[in-house]
Protein backbone atom coordinates (compact mmCIF):
# COMPACT_ATOMS: atom_id res chain seq x y z
CA UNK A 1 0.00 0.00 0.00
CA UNK A 2 1.23 3.24 -0.70
CA UNK A 3 1.28 6.72 0.79
CA UNK A 4 1.28 10.05 -0.08
CA UNK A 5 3.10 12.04 2.56
CA UNK A 6 2.53 15.18 0.96
CA UNK A 7 1.03 17.43 3.25
CA UNK A 8 -1.37 20.68 1.87
CA UNK A 9 0.43 24.41 2.42
CA UNK A 10 -2.00 26.02 5.38
CA UNK A 11 -2.09 29.65 4.59
CA UNK A 12 0.63 30.09 7.96
CA UNK A 13 3.40 28.12 5.11
CA UNK A 14 2.47 29.75 2.59
CA UNK A 15 3.09 32.90 4.00
CA UNK A 16 6.68 31.44 4.96
CA UNK A 17 7.32 30.58 1.88
CA UNK A 18 6.22 33.74 0.11
CA UNK A 19 8.29 36.21 3.23
CA UNK A 20 11.32 34.00 2.18
CA UNK A 21 11.43 34.76 -1.20
CA UNK A 22 11.32 38.13 -1.61
CA UNK A 23 14.76 39.75 -1.24
CA UNK A 24 15.21 41.81 2.38
CA UNK A 25 15.79 45.15 0.52
CA UNK A 26 12.77 45.37 -0.84
CA UNK A 27 9.46 47.12 0.44
CA UNK A 28 6.60 45.19 1.22
CA UNK A 29 3.27 47.17 1.65
CA UNK A 30 -0.13 45.22 2.69
CA UNK A 31 -3.25 46.93 2.80
CA UNK A 32 -6.97 45.81 4.02
CA UNK A 33 -9.36 47.57 2.37
CA UNK A 34 -12.87 47.56 4.67
CA UNK A 35 -16.08 45.66 3.06
CA UNK A 36 -19.59 45.52 4.01
CA UNK A 37 -19.61 41.99 4.98
CA UNK A 38 -16.57 43.40 7.44
CA UNK A 39 -14.23 40.72 6.49
CA UNK A 40 -11.95 42.98 4.10
CA UNK A 41 -10.51 42.22 1.27
CA UNK A 42 -6.31 42.10 0.98
CA UNK A 43 -4.03 44.05 -1.35
CA UNK A 44 -0.93 44.18 -1.63
CA UNK A 45 2.48 45.88 -3.81
CA UNK A 46 6.40 45.10 -3.56
CA UNK A 47 9.15 47.38 -4.01
CA UNK A 48 12.55 46.98 -5.51
CA UNK A 49 15.50 49.25 -4.93
CA UNK A 50 16.23 51.43 -8.34
CA UNK A 51 12.30 50.74 -9.01
CA UNK A 52 9.30 52.08 -8.82
CA UNK A 53 6.67 50.76 -6.84
CA UNK A 54 4.73 48.20 -8.46
CA UNK A 55 1.19 48.56 -8.85
CA UNK A 56 -1.42 46.97 -6.34
CA UNK A 57 -2.78 43.83 -6.29
CA UNK A 58 -6.60 42.98 -7.17
CA UNK A 59 -8.15 42.36 -3.53
CA UNK A 60 -7.85 38.74 -2.43
CA UNK A 61 -9.89 37.45 0.55
CA UNK A 62 -6.88 35.88 2.01
CA UNK A 63 -3.54 38.38 2.84
CA UNK A 64 -0.95 35.10 1.55
CA UNK A 65 -3.03 35.56 -1.93
CA UNK A 66 -2.12 39.08 -2.13
CA UNK A 67 0.94 39.02 -1.11
CA UNK A 68 2.01 36.04 -3.58
CA UNK A 69 0.46 38.35 -6.72
CA UNK A 70 2.50 40.94 -5.69
CA UNK A 71 5.42 38.31 -5.59
CA UNK A 72 4.43 37.07 -9.02
CA UNK A 73 4.20 40.75 -10.57
CA UNK A 74 7.85 41.67 -8.95
CA UNK A 75 9.29 38.34 -10.30
CA UNK A 76 7.78 39.62 -14.26
CA UNK A 77 9.47 42.88 -13.75
CA UNK A 78 12.96 41.28 -12.67
CA UNK A 79 12.25 38.63 -15.37
CA UNK A 80 11.80 41.11 -18.39
CA UNK A 81 14.34 43.64 -16.93
CA UNK A 82 17.15 40.79 -16.84
CA UNK A 83 15.75 39.22 -20.13
CA UNK A 84 14.41 36.03 -18.94
CA UNK A 85 11.33 34.29 -19.82
CA UNK A 86 9.42 33.21 -16.78
CA UNK A 87 8.07 29.41 -17.37
CA UNK A 88 7.35 28.71 -13.76
CA UNK A 89 3.95 29.35 -12.22
CA UNK A 90 4.79 29.51 -8.13
Known amino acids: MSHNYATPLTPEKRLARVLTRIPADWVVNIDRQPSSAGT ?3 RARLTMPGHEAQDW ?3 HE ?5 LEAAWRQARTVVNVAMGKQDTVNN
Open 62 to 66: MMVDA
Open 57 to 59: TAP
Open 40 to 42: GQW
